[in-house]
Protein backbone atom coordinates (compact mmCIF):
# COMPACT_ATOMS: atom_id res chain seq x y z
CA UNK A 1 0.00 0.00 0.00
CA UNK A 2 1.29 3.50 -0.87
CA UNK A 3 2.67 5.10 2.05
CA UNK A 4 1.60 8.88 0.89
CA UNK A 5 -0.44 10.79 3.29
CA UNK A 6 -4.39 10.67 2.45
CA UNK A 7 -5.68 14.22 3.19
CA UNK A 8 -9.83 14.52 2.45
CA UNK A 9 -10.88 17.73 1.32
CA UNK A 10 -14.79 17.93 0.79
CA UNK A 11 -14.60 21.12 -1.67
CA UNK A 12 -13.76 18.39 -4.54
CA UNK A 13 -16.17 17.12 -6.34
CA UNK A 14 -16.51 14.67 -10.13
CA UNK A 15 -17.76 16.91 -12.40
CA UNK A 16 -19.45 14.71 -15.61
CA UNK A 17 -18.77 17.12 -18.68
CA UNK A 18 -20.88 15.42 -21.63
CA UNK A 19 -20.48 16.17 -25.08
CA UNK A 20 -23.21 17.45 -26.90
CA UNK A 21 -24.47 15.80 -30.09
CA UNK A 22 -23.85 17.66 -33.27
CA UNK A 23 -26.27 18.05 -35.94
CA UNK A 24 -24.40 16.10 -38.14
CA UNK A 25 -25.01 12.49 -35.88
CA UNK A 26 -25.22 10.06 -38.50
CA UNK A 27 -24.86 6.45 -39.25
CA UNK A 28 -21.95 5.69 -41.12
CA UNK A 29 -20.55 2.82 -39.68
CA UNK A 30 -17.24 4.45 -39.52
CA UNK A 31 -15.63 3.20 -36.54
CA UNK A 32 -14.01 -0.15 -37.33
CA UNK A 33 -13.79 -2.98 -34.42
CA UNK A 34 -16.64 -1.15 -32.93
CA UNK A 35 -20.04 -3.70 -33.40
CA UNK A 36 -22.62 -1.41 -32.75
CA UNK A 37 -21.40 1.50 -35.30
CA UNK A 38 -20.46 -1.11 -38.25
CA UNK A 39 -23.82 -3.40 -37.75
CA UNK A 40 -25.97 0.30 -37.86
CA UNK A 41 -24.35 1.44 -40.61
CA UNK A 42 -26.34 3.22 -43.36
CA UNK A 43 -29.69 3.75 -41.34
CA UNK A 44 -31.17 6.83 -40.85
CA UNK A 45 -30.48 8.80 -37.50
CA UNK A 46 -32.43 11.25 -36.29
CA UNK A 47 -30.39 14.04 -34.46
CA UNK A 48 -32.28 16.08 -32.71
CA UNK A 49 -33.67 13.14 -30.61
CA UNK A 50 -29.91 12.09 -29.91
CA UNK A 51 -29.18 15.43 -29.07
CA UNK A 52 -32.61 16.01 -26.78
CA UNK A 53 -31.16 11.96 -24.88
CA UNK A 54 -28.15 13.34 -24.43
CA UNK A 55 -29.66 16.54 -22.36
CA UNK A 56 -32.49 14.45 -20.57
CA UNK A 57 -29.55 12.05 -19.02
CA UNK A 58 -27.56 15.24 -18.16
CA UNK A 59 -30.50 16.80 -16.46
CA UNK A 60 -31.41 13.66 -14.56
CA UNK A 61 -28.19 13.56 -13.40
CA UNK A 62 -27.81 17.09 -12.34
CA UNK A 63 -31.55 16.69 -10.59
CA UNK A 64 -30.31 13.79 -8.53
CA UNK A 65 -27.45 16.13 -6.95
CA UNK A 66 -24.40 15.29 -9.50
CA UNK A 67 -21.93 18.02 -11.23
CA UNK A 68 -22.99 18.05 -14.68
CA UNK A 69 -20.47 19.62 -17.33
CA UNK A 70 -22.00 20.43 -20.90
CA UNK A 71 -18.81 20.22 -23.93
CA UNK A 72 -19.89 21.28 -27.69
CA UNK A 73 -19.90 19.11 -30.35
CA UNK A 74 -17.25 19.74 -33.49
CA UNK A 75 -17.45 21.67 -36.77
CA UNK A 76 -18.96 19.15 -38.91
CA UNK A 77 -18.63 19.05 -42.10
CA UNK A 78 -15.00 19.64 -41.88
CA UNK A 79 -14.70 21.10 -44.52
CA UNK A 80 -10.86 22.26 -44.01
CA UNK A 81 -10.63 18.51 -44.52
CA UNK A 82 -11.69 18.22 -47.59
CA UNK A 83 -10.10 21.16 -48.75
CA UNK A 84 -6.59 19.81 -47.06
CA UNK A 85 -7.60 16.41 -49.71
CA UNK A 86 -7.63 18.20 -52.62
CA UNK A 87 -11.17 19.07 -53.08
CA UNK A 88 -11.77 22.71 -54.83
CA UNK A 89 -14.33 25.41 -55.32
CA UNK A 90 -17.02 26.39 -52.98
CA UNK A 91 -18.79 24.69 -50.08
CA UNK A 92 -21.28 23.25 -52.44
CA UNK A 93 -18.71 21.76 -55.02
CA UNK A 94 -16.89 20.43 -52.47
CA UNK A 95 -19.51 18.76 -51.04
CA UNK A 96 -20.59 17.49 -54.50
CA UNK A 97 -17.08 16.16 -55.11
CA UNK A 98 -16.43 14.26 -52.24
CA UNK A 99 -20.06 13.02 -52.46
CA UNK A 100 -19.27 11.75 -55.87
CA UNK A 101 -15.45 10.48 -55.97
CA UNK A 102 -14.80 9.65 -52.07
CA UNK A 103 -18.24 9.33 -50.19
CA UNK A 104 -16.53 7.75 -47.26
CA UNK A 105 -13.81 10.51 -47.04
CA UNK A 106 -17.18 12.84 -47.21
CA UNK A 107 -19.11 10.13 -44.11
CA UNK A 108 -15.88 10.78 -42.18
CA UNK A 109 -15.90 14.79 -42.04
CA UNK A 110 -19.32 14.68 -40.84
CA UNK A 111 -19.05 12.46 -38.38
CA UNK A 112 -20.62 13.34 -34.90
CA UNK A 113 -18.15 11.18 -32.95
CA UNK A 114 -17.08 14.19 -30.51
CA UNK A 115 -20.00 13.77 -28.39
CA UNK A 116 -18.40 10.89 -26.69
CA UNK A 117 -16.07 13.07 -24.67
CA UNK A 118 -14.54 10.02 -22.83
CA UNK A 119 -12.03 10.12 -25.51
CA UNK A 120 -11.60 14.05 -25.70
CA UNK A 121 -8.16 13.60 -23.65
CA UNK A 122 -7.00 12.19 -19.87
CA UNK A 123 -7.27 14.34 -17.02
CA UNK A 124 -5.29 14.62 -13.89
CA UNK A 125 -6.48 16.38 -10.91
CA UNK A 126 -4.99 18.50 -8.73
CA UNK A 127 -4.92 16.39 -5.86
CA UNK A 128 -2.58 13.99 -7.50
CA UNK A 129 -0.31 16.44 -9.85
CA UNK A 130 2.79 17.79 -8.20
CA UNK A 131 2.14 21.47 -9.15
CA UNK A 132 -1.21 21.34 -7.89
CA UNK A 133 -2.85 22.11 -11.23
CA UNK A 134 -5.49 20.07 -13.32
CA UNK A 135 -3.39 18.41 -16.35
CA UNK A 136 -5.23 17.91 -19.61
CA UNK A 137 -3.97 16.24 -22.51
CA UNK A 138 -6.38 15.82 -25.23
CA UNK A 139 -6.64 11.86 -27.16
CA UNK A 140 -4.80 11.97 -30.71
CA UNK A 141 -7.31 9.46 -31.59
CA UNK A 142 -4.98 8.49 -34.21
CA UNK A 143 -6.56 5.16 -35.13
CA UNK A 144 -9.20 6.21 -37.44
CA UNK A 145 -9.54 9.52 -39.57
CA UNK A 146 -13.08 10.69 -38.89
CA UNK A 147 -11.75 10.93 -34.82
CA UNK A 148 -8.59 12.20 -35.69
CA UNK A 149 -9.67 15.31 -36.97
CA UNK A 150 -10.60 16.01 -33.70
CA UNK A 151 -8.08 17.13 -31.07
CA UNK A 152 -7.17 20.55 -32.69
CA UNK A 153 -10.88 21.97 -31.86
CA UNK A 154 -10.44 19.78 -28.83
CA UNK A 155 -7.48 21.38 -26.94
CA UNK A 156 -9.05 24.63 -27.88
CA UNK A 157 -12.42 23.96 -26.00
CA UNK A 158 -10.69 22.41 -23.06
CA UNK A 159 -8.29 25.67 -23.18
CA UNK A 160 -11.21 28.25 -23.09
CA UNK A 161 -13.17 26.59 -20.32
CA UNK A 162 -10.19 25.89 -18.19
CA UNK A 163 -8.25 28.78 -18.95
CA UNK A 164 -6.98 29.93 -15.54
CA UNK A 165 -3.49 29.13 -15.85
CA UNK A 166 -2.95 29.26 -12.11
CA UNK A 167 -5.29 26.31 -11.65
CA UNK A 168 -5.20 24.51 -15.13
CA UNK A 169 -2.23 22.77 -17.53
CA UNK A 170 -2.56 21.87 -20.50
CA UNK A 171 -0.18 19.51 -22.81
CA UNK A 172 0.43 18.58 -26.10
CA UNK A 173 -1.24 15.79 -28.32
CA UNK A 174 0.99 13.10 -28.40
CA UNK A 175 2.72 12.35 -31.76
CA UNK A 176 -0.54 11.21 -34.28
CA UNK A 177 1.64 7.98 -35.16
CA UNK A 178 0.85 4.12 -34.35
CA UNK A 179 3.26 3.85 -31.44
CA UNK A 180 1.40 6.62 -29.53
CA UNK A 181 -2.29 5.70 -30.19
CA UNK A 182 -4.12 7.59 -27.60
CA UNK A 183 -7.60 7.18 -27.27
CA UNK A 184 -8.00 9.09 -23.69
CA UNK A 185 -9.92 8.51 -20.59
CA UNK A 186 -11.66 5.62 -22.24
CA UNK A 187 -8.72 3.75 -21.62
CA UNK A 188 -7.99 5.67 -18.24
CA UNK A 189 -9.50 5.15 -14.55
CA UNK A 190 -8.79 7.10 -11.18
CA UNK A 191 -9.29 5.12 -8.35
CA UNK A 192 -9.06 6.85 -4.66
CA UNK A 193 -11.20 6.90 -1.51
CA UNK A 194 -12.66 10.20 -1.95
CA UNK A 195 -12.11 11.99 -4.90
CA UNK A 196 -10.51 14.50 -2.56
CA UNK A 197 -7.96 12.14 -1.97
CA UNK A 198 -5.26 11.25 -3.56
CA UNK A 199 -5.40 8.56 -6.28
CA UNK A 200 -3.86 5.75 -8.08
CA UNK A 201 -4.20 6.24 -12.04
CA UNK A 202 -5.28 2.84 -13.93
CA UNK A 203 -3.94 2.97 -17.55
CA UNK A 204 -5.15 0.31 -19.90
CA UNK A 205 -3.55 -0.66 -23.17
CA UNK A 206 -4.30 -2.74 -26.19
CA UNK A 207 -0.72 -3.21 -27.41
CA UNK A 208 3.22 -2.43 -26.65
CA UNK A 209 4.79 -0.40 -29.99
CA UNK A 210 7.92 -1.62 -29.25
CA UNK A 211 8.62 -5.12 -27.80
CA UNK A 212 5.02 -6.85 -27.31
CA UNK A 213 4.07 -9.64 -29.08
CA UNK A 214 0.59 -9.94 -27.49
CA UNK A 215 -2.12 -8.31 -30.09
CA UNK A 216 -6.10 -9.25 -31.06
CA UNK A 217 -5.89 -10.55 -34.48
CA UNK A 218 -9.08 -9.60 -35.65
CA UNK A 219 -9.62 -5.68 -34.33
CA UNK A 220 -7.09 -3.55 -34.09
CA UNK A 221 -5.98 -2.52 -30.29
CA UNK A 222 -6.40 1.27 -30.03
CA UNK A 223 -4.18 2.24 -27.16
CA UNK A 224 -0.48 1.66 -27.03
CA UNK A 225 1.23 1.47 -23.80
CA UNK A 226 3.74 4.12 -24.85
CA UNK A 227 0.70 6.67 -25.04
CA UNK A 228 -0.36 5.71 -21.68
CA UNK A 229 3.47 6.24 -20.05
CA UNK A 230 3.50 9.30 -22.50
CA UNK A 231 0.44 11.17 -20.47
CA UNK A 232 1.72 10.06 -17.24
CA UNK A 233 4.96 11.73 -17.73
CA UNK A 234 3.10 14.62 -19.32
CA UNK A 235 0.93 15.23 -16.03
CA UNK A 236 3.99 14.20 -13.43
CA UNK A 237 2.53 11.06 -12.52
CA UNK A 238 4.98 8.77 -10.41
CA UNK A 239 5.70 4.79 -10.18
CA UNK A 240 3.55 4.97 -7.07
CA UNK A 241 0.71 6.95 -8.77
CA UNK A 242 0.20 4.42 -11.62
CA UNK A 243 -0.36 1.48 -13.18
CA UNK A 244 -0.38 -0.09 -16.49
CA UNK A 245 -2.59 -2.73 -17.56
CA UNK A 246 -2.77 -4.87 -21.04
CA UNK A 247 -6.53 -5.39 -22.05
CA UNK A 248 -7.03 -9.00 -22.95
CA UNK A 249 -6.57 -9.29 -26.89
CA UNK A 250 -9.76 -11.85 -26.66
CA UNK A 251 -12.27 -8.89 -25.74
CA UNK A 252 -11.08 -6.76 -28.31
CA UNK A 253 -11.32 -8.92 -31.03
CA UNK A 254 -15.23 -9.62 -29.58
CA UNK A 255 -15.90 -5.67 -29.79
CA UNK A 256 -14.40 -4.33 -26.71
CA UNK A 257 -12.35 -1.53 -28.43
CA UNK A 258 -11.82 0.71 -25.50
CA UNK A 259 -11.81 -0.56 -21.72
CA UNK A 260 -14.88 1.30 -20.93
CA UNK A 261 -16.88 -1.36 -22.80
CA UNK A 262 -15.15 -3.63 -20.26
CA UNK A 263 -14.70 -2.13 -17.47
CA UNK A 264 -15.70 0.96 -15.43
CA UNK A 265 -14.41 2.09 -11.77
CA UNK A 266 -15.03 5.14 -9.05
CA UNK A 267 -13.18 5.68 -6.01
CA UNK A 268 -12.57 2.69 -4.48
CA UNK A 269 -14.74 0.73 -6.73
CA UNK A 270 -13.57 -1.46 -9.97
CA UNK A 271 -16.88 -3.39 -11.57
CA UNK A 272 -15.07 -5.06 -14.49
CA UNK A 273 -15.29 -8.40 -16.40
CA UNK A 274 -13.73 -11.37 -16.17
CA UNK A 275 -12.13 -10.99 -19.80
CA UNK A 276 -10.92 -7.20 -18.85
CA UNK A 277 -7.57 -7.67 -18.42
CA UNK A 278 -4.87 -9.75 -19.49
CA UNK A 279 -3.23 -10.72 -16.32
CA UNK A 280 -6.40 -10.12 -14.07
CA UNK A 281 -4.38 -10.83 -10.59
CA UNK A 282 -1.22 -9.00 -10.76
CA UNK A 283 -3.33 -5.59 -12.45
CA UNK A 284 -5.86 -5.94 -8.83
CA UNK A 285 -2.63 -6.76 -6.78
CA UNK A 286 -0.48 -3.64 -8.24
CA UNK A 287 -4.06 -1.64 -7.20
CA UNK A 288 -4.14 -2.97 -3.89
CA UNK A 289 -0.65 -2.57 -3.58
CA UNK A 290 -0.58 1.45 -4.50
CA UNK A 291 -4.10 2.47 -3.07
CA UNK A 292 -4.02 4.20 0.35
CA UNK A 293 -7.86 3.45 0.17
CA UNK A 294 -8.75 -0.61 0.32
CA UNK A 295 -9.97 -1.36 -3.41
CA UNK A 296 -13.17 -3.06 -3.85
CA UNK A 297 -12.99 -5.17 -7.04
CA UNK A 298 -16.57 -6.28 -8.25
CA UNK A 299 -15.65 -8.78 -10.72
CA UNK A 300 -18.47 -10.35 -13.29
CA UNK A 301 -17.66 -13.63 -14.17
CA UNK A 302 -17.83 -14.53 -17.97
CA UNK A 303 -20.25 -17.37 -16.71
CA UNK A 304 -22.80 -14.90 -15.88
CA UNK A 305 -22.34 -12.31 -19.01
CA UNK A 306 -20.90 -13.41 -22.36
CA UNK A 307 -18.74 -10.80 -24.00
CA UNK A 308 -21.07 -10.60 -26.75
CA UNK A 309 -24.12 -9.76 -24.14
CA UNK A 310 -21.61 -7.24 -22.60
CA UNK A 311 -20.58 -6.06 -25.93
CA UNK A 312 -24.62 -5.34 -26.50
CA UNK A 313 -25.82 -4.28 -23.73
CA UNK A 314 -22.95 -2.10 -22.72
CA UNK A 315 -23.26 -3.09 -19.12
CA UNK A 316 -19.64 -1.52 -18.35
CA UNK A 317 -19.92 1.46 -20.43
CA UNK A 318 -22.29 2.63 -17.29
CA UNK A 319 -21.83 5.69 -15.34
CA UNK A 320 -21.03 4.43 -11.56
CA UNK A 321 -21.27 7.57 -9.30
CA UNK A 322 -21.07 8.26 -5.84
CA UNK A 323 -23.88 9.48 -3.50
CA UNK A 324 -24.22 11.62 0.07
CA UNK A 325 -24.33 8.89 1.47
CA UNK A 326 -21.36 6.66 0.40
CA UNK A 327 -23.48 4.39 -2.13
CA UNK A 328 -23.23 4.14 -5.63
CA UNK A 329 -25.36 4.25 -8.21
CA UNK A 330 -25.11 2.52 -11.72
CA UNK A 331 -26.39 4.68 -14.99
CA UNK A 332 -26.83 2.18 -17.68
CA UNK A 333 -28.12 1.92 -20.91
CA UNK A 334 -31.52 0.70 -21.72
CA UNK A 335 -30.30 -2.12 -23.73
CA UNK A 336 -29.05 -3.67 -20.34
CA UNK A 337 -32.75 -4.62 -19.62
CA UNK A 338 -33.34 -5.96 -23.10
CA UNK A 339 -30.36 -8.70 -22.22
CA UNK A 340 -31.59 -11.58 -19.87
CA UNK A 341 -28.43 -12.35 -18.75
CA UNK A 342 -27.02 -9.10 -18.05
CA UNK A 343 -30.24 -7.70 -16.41
CA UNK A 344 -30.36 -10.56 -13.84
CA UNK A 345 -26.64 -10.09 -13.01
CA UNK A 346 -27.20 -6.47 -12.49
CA UNK A 347 -30.35 -7.62 -9.92
CA UNK A 348 -28.12 -10.53 -8.12
CA UNK A 349 -24.64 -9.88 -8.43
CA UNK A 350 -24.15 -6.17 -8.47
CA UNK A 351 -27.12 -4.52 -6.23
CA UNK A 352 -27.39 -7.63 -3.93
CA UNK A 353 -23.49 -8.43 -3.73
CA UNK A 354 -21.12 -7.05 -1.30
CA UNK A 355 -20.69 -3.93 -2.54
CA UNK A 356 -21.54 -0.35 -2.28
CA UNK A 357 -23.65 -0.48 -5.69
CA UNK A 358 -27.10 0.50 -4.21
CA UNK A 359 -29.07 1.54 -7.02
CA UNK A 360 -29.07 1.07 -10.85
CA UNK A 361 -30.80 3.82 -12.88
CA UNK A 362 -31.90 2.96 -17.03
CA UNK A 363 -31.49 5.96 -19.21
CA UNK A 364 -32.56 5.61 -23.02
CA UNK A 365 -29.56 7.02 -25.18
CA UNK A 366 -30.15 4.56 -28.05
CA UNK A 367 -29.42 7.14 -30.88
CA UNK A 368 -25.88 7.03 -29.14
CA UNK A 369 -25.99 3.32 -28.25
CA UNK A 370 -26.43 2.65 -32.33
CA UNK A 371 -23.41 4.07 -33.16
CA UNK A 372 -21.37 2.47 -30.37
CA UNK A 373 -21.40 4.27 -27.50
CA UNK A 374 -23.57 4.27 -24.00
CA UNK A 375 -23.36 6.46 -21.14
CA UNK A 376 -19.45 5.97 -19.75
CA UNK A 377 -18.82 7.28 -23.72
CA UNK A 378 -20.91 10.15 -23.42
CA UNK A 379 -18.69 12.01 -20.41
CA UNK A 380 -14.96 13.22 -19.69
CA UNK A 381 -14.96 13.17 -15.90
CA UNK A 382 -13.06 15.81 -14.29
CA UNK A 383 -12.46 16.37 -10.24
CA UNK A 384 -12.29 20.03 -9.49
CA UNK A 385 -12.53 21.65 -6.26
CA UNK A 386 -14.50 24.43 -5.14
CA UNK A 387 -12.09 26.80 -5.99
CA UNK A 388 -11.14 25.72 -9.54
CA UNK A 389 -15.05 25.36 -10.39
CA UNK A 390 -15.15 29.09 -10.09
CA UNK A 391 -12.17 29.44 -11.88
CA UNK A 392 -14.21 27.85 -14.91
CA UNK A 393 -14.72 30.18 -18.25
CA UNK A 394 -18.19 30.31 -19.41
CA UNK A 395 -21.38 28.45 -18.97
CA UNK A 396 -20.51 25.34 -19.27
CA UNK A 397 -22.00 23.74 -15.52
CA UNK A 398 -25.67 22.66 -16.01
CA UNK A 399 -28.42 24.40 -14.38
CA UNK A 400 -32.31 24.25 -15.30
CA UNK A 401 -31.70 27.80 -16.87
CA UNK A 402 -28.91 26.75 -19.16
CA UNK A 403 -30.82 23.01 -20.16
CA UNK A 404 -33.86 24.62 -21.06
CA UNK A 405 -31.78 26.97 -23.34
CA UNK A 406 -29.88 24.18 -25.20
CA UNK A 407 -32.87 22.24 -25.42
CA UNK A 408 -34.05 25.15 -27.25
CA UNK A 409 -31.40 25.62 -29.60
CA UNK A 410 -31.44 21.98 -30.39
CA UNK A 411 -35.01 22.20 -31.54
CA UNK A 412 -34.65 25.11 -33.30
CA UNK A 413 -31.21 23.94 -35.36
CA UNK A 414 -31.23 20.09 -35.60
CA UNK A 415 -32.75 18.15 -38.13
CA UNK A 416 -35.07 14.89 -37.10
CA UNK A 417 -33.92 12.71 -39.71
CA UNK A 418 -30.05 12.02 -42.00
CA UNK A 419 -29.61 9.63 -43.64
CA UNK A 420 -26.12 9.11 -45.04
CA UNK A 421 -26.66 10.88 -49.02
CA UNK A 422 -28.12 13.94 -46.38
CA UNK A 423 -24.17 14.54 -45.86
CA UNK A 424 -23.91 16.31 -49.01
CA UNK A 425 -26.31 19.03 -49.02
CA UNK A 426 -24.96 21.89 -48.36
CA UNK A 427 -27.55 23.62 -46.61
CA UNK A 428 -26.74 21.21 -43.61
CA UNK A 429 -23.18 22.66 -43.60
CA UNK A 430 -24.75 26.34 -43.42
CA UNK A 431 -27.17 24.97 -40.65
CA UNK A 432 -24.72 23.37 -38.64
CA UNK A 433 -22.61 26.61 -38.75
CA UNK A 434 -25.36 28.99 -38.06
CA UNK A 435 -25.97 26.56 -34.85
CA UNK A 436 -22.76 26.62 -33.63
CA UNK A 437 -22.22 29.79 -33.73
CA UNK A 438 -24.98 30.81 -31.92
CA UNK A 439 -24.01 27.98 -28.94
CA UNK A 440 -20.68 29.06 -28.46
CA UNK A 441 -22.89 32.44 -27.38
CA UNK A 442 -24.89 30.31 -25.22
CA UNK A 443 -21.99 28.76 -23.46
CA UNK A 444 -20.11 32.01 -23.43
CA UNK A 445 -16.34 30.34 -24.35
CA UNK A 446 -15.59 32.43 -27.06
CA UNK A 447 -14.25 31.39 -30.24
CA UNK A 448 -13.42 27.80 -30.52
CA UNK A 449 -14.51 26.90 -34.14
CA UNK A 450 -12.38 27.04 -37.70
CA UNK A 451 -14.98 29.12 -39.16
CA UNK A 452 -14.83 31.50 -36.29
CA UNK A 453 -11.02 32.03 -36.42
CA UNK A 454 -10.99 32.79 -40.14
Not at 310 to 326: E, I, K, M, P
Amino acid sequence: MSDAVTLRDESYREVNFDGLVGPTHNYSGLAHGNVASMSHGGLVSNPREAALQGLAKMKALMDAGYAQGVLPPQQRPDLGALRALGFTGSNSEVLARAAREAPQVLRAVCSASSMWTANAGTVTPSRDAPDGRVHFTPANLQSSFHRYLEPETTGRVLAAIFHDERHFAHHSVLPATPAFSDEGAANHTRLCGEHGEAGVHLFVYGRQAFGGRIEPQKFPARQTLEASQAVARQHGLSDDQAVFAQQHPDAIDAGVFHNDVIAVGNGPVLLYHEMAFLDEGATLDELRRKMATPLIPVRVPLEAVSLEDAVASYLFNSQLLTNADGSMTLVVPGECQEREAVWRTIQDHLLAGNNPIGEVIVKDVKQSMRNGGGPACLRLRVALSQVERSALTGRVLLNDGLHDELTTWVERHYRDRLAPDDLADPQLADETLTALDELTRILAIGSVYPFQLG
